[in-house]
């Protein structure tokens, strides 16, 4: 997860205090030096901690509390209070809208990975059913132009810029054009970076700013520099109407929670956070999910997200559901959940959004995506016989060989994946005898997304961790009761 450090800490911290058995002064002073720790570390700036701490023990004074309270969640809930308050800025930023051509422009200095979060950008709104755009304004940077068209091609977004043209206004004006008469509803311009904070740089984008007429300017900011984002975000806003941060680089370094706090001083508001060089390594920033999953609680609405994406293909294969609570198990029922799996993006990204989750160790993403790409191209080489089967005798060592050959895999790694299988077939044999409720019988939540849905999405390794089918059903409920994201604290009652 995104400043999995500065989380760890502050889990600890609540953890210790939570095991302590009477909450006083002391337990309470220990808490907040913990947090106060770790946030300085994350480069967060001292006079925001000090106030942080300042409030908290202001909300939580232990000697006026009647007996009855429960100490250990008034506290938590000041902390997570008052690090929503240190990380919002207290205002919306402008929301493009389909259907009504939208013109974006991306601004930010030289190495922040602005190209790369333009298409980024571009790639997240296309998911959500938008027709994005790309132009490339920028031609103080040798290879901007390719590096965007390589990045549009790949992500199959449209875009416009030249090899010819050295003046960026013109380039602007003219693509911002071509695609409104294509009816693209959101433009996307990415403007120069310069080494530093120059005149010229500033200057430009004016000038680019007043021919786009641009909807929303959006200042993209490397995290590495910690603090110092507060001059960096201040110096942009005052030159271009700045309405919009995004925070790049935060799976690299510890000093992100220092700029993220540092842009909400600025009272500018953080929309996504990019967590990665990939396309999907992209995240909507959103101040109390954010927080819940520094604070080890997840982040429901997040999780959810994800699995809708994937759900509404699901309704339309009923049998797959069905053959799951009769504990059947195929491999292509396989395929199809490794499918469903890549959907959703990052797995570490998926479990960093669930309760305490440290499912995945750190780096095998990677990995791990690409071990379920091989066991697919393996079943690509199999006959429709052999993924219907629930006989795994049926596969003997000639078909093996076949479809190693097949697939360019070793036999090895065929046997290995059908070892997968195996394993995979007897976590879902528990799950036999399962009813699927019909639709009068769910709740308004689950009508959209029930547990056999969730147990189709969701990676074993996932199911058993979150407890099986009884621990899905109990975390249906809670997301069905919970009245906002501190629902969602446990603990008992502390006299």
């Not at 790409?373 to 076949?402: A, F």
Request: aromatic share 6%; proline share 4%.
């Amino acid at each position: 997860m995104v400043l999995a450090e500065l989380g760890g800490s502050i889990s600890r911290a609540l953890q210790q205090m939570s095991n302590a058995t009477v909450i006083d002064e002391k337990v309470l002073n220990e808490c907040l030096n913990e947090i106060t720790r770790a946030l300085l570390q994350s480069d967060v700036q001292f006079k925001l901690v000090r106030d942080m701490q300042t409030n908290i023990k202001k909300i939580v004074n232990l000697d006026d509390l009647a007996a009855g309270h429960n100490k250990r969640k008034i506290i938590q809930h000041a902390i997570f209070n008052e690090l929503c308050k240190m990380l919002d800025p207290g205002k919306p930023s402008f929301t493009p809208k389909k259907g009504k051509p939208s013109v974006v422009m991306f601004v930010g200095l030289q190495g922040s990975g602005k190209t790369t979060t333009c298409t980024k950008y571009a790639y997240y709104h296309q998911k959500k059913g938008w027709k994005p755009a790309l132009v490339c304004a920028d031609t103080f940077r040798a290879g901007a132009f390719d590096q965007l068209k390589q990045n549009a091609t790949k992500a199959k977004i449209p875009f416009y810029g030249s090899y010819m043209e050295s003046d960026p206004v013109k380039i602007a004006v003219e693509g911002v054009e071509t695609f409104k008469k294509e009816n693209c509803d959101l433009i996307i311009v990415d403007t120069s970076g310069r080494h530093k904070q120059e005149a010229a740089l500033f200057e430009e984008m004016r000038q680019v700013a007043e021919a786009t007429k641009p909807d929303l300017v959006i200042f993209v900011m490397d995290s590495s520099i910690g603090q110092a984002a507060f001059d960096q975000a201040q110096a942009f806003k005052q030159s271009a109407a700045v309405g919009a941060v995004i925070v790049t680089k935060m799976d690299g370094h510890a000093k992100g929670g220092g700029a993220l706090s540092a842009v909400a001083a600025t009272k500018s508001p953080v929309i996504f956070i990019g967590t990665g060089e990939h396309m999907d390594e992209f995240e909507v920033f959103d101040v109390k999910p954010f927080v819940s999953r520094l604070l080890g609680m997840g982040d429901w609405s997040g999780f959810m997200d994800k699995i809708q994406e994937v759900v509404p293909k699901l309704d339309n294969q009923p049998e797959l559901l069905q053959k799951l609570s009769e504990g059947t198990f195929t491999l292509r029922i396989m395929y199809e959940q490794f499918q469903n799996l890549l959907q959703m993006g990052p797995l570490s990204q998926l479990t960093s959004m669930l309760p305490g989750a440290d499912l995945m160790p750190k780096g095998n993403d990677k990995e791990s995506q690409a071990k379920i790409k091989r066991y697919m191209t393996m079943m690509d080489s199999m006959t429709n016989e052999e993924l219907d089967s629930t006989n795994t005798k049926l596969i003997t060592e000639s078909r093996i060989v076949r479809i190693a050959r097949g697939s360019g895999r070793l036999v090895r790694e065929v046997m290995e994946m059908l070892e997968e299988y195996k394993r995979l077939t007897k976590i879902w044999s528990k799950m036999k005898g399962l009813k699927i409720p019909k639709k009068t019988d769910m709740s308004p939540l689950s009508r959209n997304m029930n547990a056999q849905q969730m147990m189709k999405v969701l990676p074993p390794q996932m199911m058993k961790q979150l407890g099986g089918m009884g621990g899905i059903q109990n975390l249906m409920k809670q997301m069905g009761s919970a009245k906002d994201m501190m629902g969602m604290f446990g603990g008992g009652g502390d006299k």
